[in-house]
């Protein structure tokens, strides 16, 4: 066993988590990210021969960073065995499905365009009658090479290209970024600079769960809950408008310091707008309680277990369904999440019905997180010089969907290397793992009870 | 259930939302071809009860064959070209070809040469630009009107 499987192998054993893997711009190393509470620590290895030792089989999470560093960057994984292409879509069905065989089984294509309003992806399903077997998911048909299309920009620019990754997690992307050039950088930020930012990121997850208990709604065609959150996430947007000019919050986070400020009466009318959508939003919820035709179906479908969150690295909210009691605001010592305490459905059985009553419990969070940051007004605010700087920063952020860590590679005061791995990239192949076993009528429920972004997969 | 359609049927009064004048009708059929997300978002809430668009007779839907036009979202990337081409090529005559969004106009933060084919305009004929990063639902919904106005 090479000194760096030995390395990675130890950190696992004492209870450090597989974060992500990415290859350096050059393609002559492999950086893993290793995560244990609010602490991380990259390990190098360089890449030999055009390949470094695979980590698959100790931590199968880094499956689509390996898979991905190949297609992208030309780096072997050795022991990863098929290395099927993710991002290369040049080589034919047989190179990146699973081998389905029997008497009856066949395939069922859908995508890359669905049929509703839908990001672009492709999922081949291996069925028998209507038993899914297998799913295989291709996706980055959306693939713009956004993190090489940020390599040599400055620092400060380069947030751009990580909030332009995904619309629905601009701020978390953001924010990530910013810290990790922050960390690269020698910076800390001020409290004012975490409070800016720890409203724009529960802002985001405010209309970001809202939407999506409205598509759970959409997914077993209930019209009416479809269409109540549905007006509940214009209302987030408009409030988002509102506090910032932008329904997405595009612009506000920037490098080093605050593009956010706020006044007294525009935090009291915010303050007013998050009471009122609570209540509503809690009204509606319990409509969708005692709608028994609905609740029929989202019980012990899709299920993710805490022992496959675990091995999959599923992280965020399809994690905490499951009982795993992981979310990076309580260890997120550059944002204002102080005390912040993870929750768990009571029944937390990590199917469809328990992915979205995690939904239903976070917003009582951001609610309450959001009423309390927004008693006084926000003025400007700057990172402050607190460390060591270094050539290598990287960032956590809880985003609506999970973990999302950047990590930024610098030359002075440029980019040589920008990696965003977002919480919809961790949960992805967990998506695919839960729908086996299930009815193929069934997909769409589960697909929508995880809700993942394809963008920020793709960049 | 019934809360809910009652809490419904009195958000819609409130927001009083104008009766259409038109007869007519638009099948749309949409397409991401490298969009970020914030299109489809906004697109998805141009249904919902503060625009209510199906009210003037426009709907997505499933597929391009039912279509009068392919709103088409995101520069081209290079993955979904071929994708875009079938879905124009399925579509009857006549069509259209609307671009949603400053990255399908080109003029955004787009990616690299060799991910990005480049604008809609670069692979389609383009008939309605709908500019903004991404368009408001209200930017969507007038551009939208225009469209089935000047059929």
């Known amino acids: 066993m090479s000194a760096y499987r030995e390395t990675v192998a130890a950190a696992l054993d004492e209870g450090w988590r597989f974060a992500g893997l990415h290859a350096s711009a050059d393609g002559s190393c492999v950086r893993t990210l290793l995560a244990r509470d609010g602490s991380v620590r990259l390990e190098t290895v360089d890449v030999s021969e055009g390949s470094v030792p695979s980590l698959v089989d100790l931590a199968p999470a880094a499956g689509w960073d390996e898979r991905e560093a190949h297609d992208l960057h030309g780096v072997g994984f050795a022991g990863h065995e098929p290395l099927r292409p993710l991002v290369d879509h040049d080589l034919d069905l047989a190179h990146w499905t699973v081998p389905v065989r029997g008497d009856d089984p066949y395939q069922v294509a859908v995508g890359p365009i669905h049929a509703g309003v839908i990001e672009s992806g492709h999922f081949r399903f291996h069925v028998v009658g209507e038993r899914i077997l297998h799913v295989d998911a291709r996706l980055f048909y959306k693939h713009r090479g956004l993190e090489r299309a940020a390599e040599g920009a400055t620092l400060e620019d380069g947030v751009a290209f990580a909030s332009r990754a995904c619309a629905a997690c601009a701020v978390t992307n953001a924010v990530a970024y910013a810290h990790a050039c922050e960390d690269a950088l020698g910076l800390i930020p001020d409290p004012e600079l975490a409070r800016a930012r720890t409203i724009l990121l529960e802002l985001e997850r405010l209309w970001s769960h809202l939407n999506d208990i409205a598509a759970a709604c959409a997914g077993v065609g209930l019209a009416a809950g479809n269409n109540g959150f549905a007006a509940l996430t214009e209302r987030g947007r408009r409030l988002n408008a509102a506090l910032t000019g932008h329904r997405f919050l595009f612009g506000s986070v920037r490098v080093g310091g605050s593009a956010l400020t706020l006044d007294e009466p525009a935090i009291r009318r915010a303050r007013v707008e998050i009471d009122a959508i609570r209540v509503d939003s809690q009204r509606a919820w319990r409509e969708l309680l005692f709608n028994a035709s609905f609740q029929d179906r989202l019980p012990e479908i899709g299920i993710v277990t805490a022992a496959d969150v675990e091995r999959l690295g599923a992280v965020g909210p399809a994690a905490r369904a499951a009982g795993v009691e992981e979310d990076v605001r309580a260890v997120s010592s550059r944002l204002a999440y102080d005390g912040f305490q993870p929750v768990v459905p009571r029944r937390a059985a990590g199917d469809v019905q328990a992915r979205l009553e995690q939904r239903a419990l976070e917003l009582l969070q951001t609610y309450a997180l959001l009423d309390d940051l927004l008693s006084r007004p926000v003025g400007p605010a700057a990172a402050e010089a607190g460390g060591a700087e270094r050539p290598i920063g990287v960032g956590r952020v809880e985003s609506p969907r999970g973990e999302t860590s950047c990590i930024v590679e610098r030359r002075g005061e440029r980019v040589e290397r920008l990696r965003l791995r977002t919480g919809s990239y961790a949960n992805w192949p967990a998506v695919a793992y839960a729908a086996a076993d299930n009815l193929l009528p069934d997909f769409p429920l589960i697909n929508k009870s995880f809700e993942l972004c394809y963008a920020c997969v793709d960049r | ?151």
């Not at chain 2, 009652?6 to 009766?19: G, K």
């Not at chain 2, 397409?31 to 009860?49: F, K, Q, R, Y």
């Not at chain 2, 005559?93 to 609307?98: L, T």
């Open chain 2, 1 to 151: 259930m019934l809360t809910l359609l009652r809490d419904l049927r009195r958000l819609r009064r409130d927001i009083a939302l104008e009766r259409p004048a038109r007869g007519r009708s638009l099948a749309i059929r949409h397409v991401d071809a490298g969009s970020c997300n914030g299109c489809e978002h906004e697109l998805t809430l141009v249904s919902s009860p503060y625009y209510d668009l199906q009210r003037f007779g426009l709907g997505v839907v499933a597929s391009p064959r039912h279509a009068d036009v392919l709103l088409v979202t995101g520069p081209v990337t290079t993955r979904m070209h071929a994708a875009l081409l079938v879905a124009y090529n399925a579509m009857p005559e006549p069509r259209r070809v609307a671009a949603l969004g400053d990255c399908a106009l080109g003029c955004n933060v787009l990616g690299t040469a060799e991910s990005v084919v480049g604008s809609v305009e670069a692979v389609l004929p383009v008939d309605v630009r709908i500019p903004g990063c991404p368009p408001t639902p209200d930017a969507i919904a007038q551009a939208l009107l225009e469209l089935i106005d000047s059929r």
